[in-house]
């Protein structure tokens, strides 16, 4: 629930965007504080949330698998990669796949949603298309 650092992230964007010349335009001929709202300013500040928020979910994943291995998350037999981490460190002598698999998943998992977000971002963005 950490949605007021969201919060205070859009709010900076939204306050940088305000401030913009293509707001100034389209108060000098004559729209109205909604349709600069809807149409300018929030479309131009939601780009600093797309990354921040594909980031936060893969603190939520890490966050669920930390608190599955120490064995106050899920309970079996929901499966998690955190509960799948703790039942494979017991026999990483012997196997260690069952404790590199699960990992290297979480890994993976955080890492596609950081690229997602990053590559969402970059599509999104209007700047640089001058």
């Not at 939204?14 to 149409?39: H, M, N, P, W």
């Not at 460190?89 to 260690?96: G, L, N, V």
């Amino acid at each position: 629930t950490s949605w007021m650092t969201t919060t205070r992230v859009l709010r900076s964007s939204i306050l940088q965007s305000k401030e913009r010349e293509y707001v100034e335009a389209a108060r000098a001929i004559g729209c109205s504080d909604r349709t600069i709202l809807f149409r300018h300013v929030l479309p131009n500040s939601i780009q600093p949330i797309i990354p921040y928020s594909a980031a936060g979910i893969g603190s939520v994943i890490l966050g669920e698998a930390a608190l599955s291995f120490i064995g106050v998350g899920v309970r079996p037999p929901t499966p998690s990669w955190g509960l799948m981490i703790n039942e494979g460190s017991k026999y990483f002598a012997t196997s260690p796949w069952l404790l590199i698999f699960p990992g290297l998943a979480i890994f993976l998992t955080v890492l596609a949603f950081l690229f997602v977000g990053d590559g969402l971002r970059d599509a999104l963005d209007t700047r640089e298309l001058v």
